[in-house]
């Protein structure tokens, strides 16, 4: 079968995020980005079970704000601030740098890049997976768009357990705490609330648009 002809053949057998609907939420992607992502993603949300709609569209709202639309999968800083930083299991030199946070939703620390390559190994399709090696293999996760959406499903169901209740819920604030984190905010979305994530203008965005792509009210 022609490439095309199989591309459309799965663009109208999607499990979980057809073409159409990863394209309005990623509108500032190309259709070779979209093309190049969709089947990881569904692949992503298949094994991770992100498959209900508001779980779907917390999940790529969080990435489409996280990611500028699929542009961005590794944090712009070295990773120098991380070095020694025994939470994340940081124990030798130069892991600041060599495990510093990629994905879709950020991987980020030798702990995480470890247990992450211990799971998916499970998988038979990944059994001989390896992102903690070396630089270059860790650097994969940013580089290759499977990788990249894979973990972004270990993160949001294994490192942060909580998200798929928490979408369940419709619980933009506590979903968005879970990825990005909180602290005192100079224009806050909540003014009822003493810290939150940032940009919580943009994520509220990003989940209003995709919650409608799965036609959630």
Known sequence: MHPIAL????????????????STIMSGCNSE????????????????DIKSPLRKAHF???IAH???????????????????????????????????????L???GRNNYTACQTYLRTIKKYH??????????????????????????????????????KADEDDLYW??????GWKKQDNPYYPDKTKE??????RAEMLDIAKKAFGVN
């Open 128 to 165: 001989n997976l390896d992102i903690t090696s070396s630089l270059e293999n860790a650097k994969k996760v940013a580089s290759n768009p499977e990788l990249a959406s894979l973990v972004s499903g270990y993160y949001w169901l294994k490192i942060k357990p909580k998200l798929n209740v």
């Open 60 to 62: 790529l709202a969080q």
């Open 7 to 22: 591309f459309n053949l799965f663009r109208k057998s999607f499990r979980h995020v057809s073409y159409e609907q990863l």
């Open 106 to 108: 950020q991987l980020t």
């Open 197 to 202: 994530p940032n940009n919580m203008a943009h």
């Open 66 to 104: 996280e990611t500028g639309q699929l542009r961005y999968m590794e944090e712009i800083a070295s990773g120098k601030a991380y070095e020694g930083n025994i939470s994340l299991g940081n124990i030798l030199e130069g892991d600041g740098i060599k495990f510093k946070g990629r994905g879709l």
């Open 33 to 48: 980005i979209i093309e190049t992502f969709l089947p990881f993603i569904n692949d992503t949300m298949e094994i991770f």
């Open 175 to 180: 979903v968005s705490v879970y990825v990005n």
